[in-house]
């Protein structure tokens, strides 16, 4: 029996830290809970982050036969993705640099039969 399921979703175009202000909103939370979170908080992050909850408790469901009601946030994570340089207009005809940060972001699941 898998210990914890994960879903990972990479290249997300939103910077991690915004995505992080989301996640550690859902960790520990049941699957329920975190979806009806998810969906009334007023953030572009949490759909990305929806999609992967969603993708993680699917893996469960499919590959493990566990029941998406007894499903825990178990493990919920952004880290740095590459990041592109791009340029913007500056004073005096310079160019300031701009960092568009990307994400990866990783949600594990597991069954509360196991958490006890």
Known sequence: MADEVK?????????????????????????QD?????????HAATEPIKKVLESAA??????FS???RALVVSTAFADGGPVLKRFRAGDRGRARPVRKRTSHITVAVRSTSEVE
């Open 66 to 68: 566990l029941d998406r």
């Open 58 to 63: 699917a893996n469960a469901e499919h590959n």
């Open 34 to 42: 975190a979806l009806i979170i998810l969906q009334f908080m007023p």
């Open 7 to 31: 879903a990972v979703a990479r290249f997300i175009r939103m910077s991690p830290f915004k995505v992080r202000r989301i996640l550690d909103q859902i960790r520990g939370r049941s699957y």
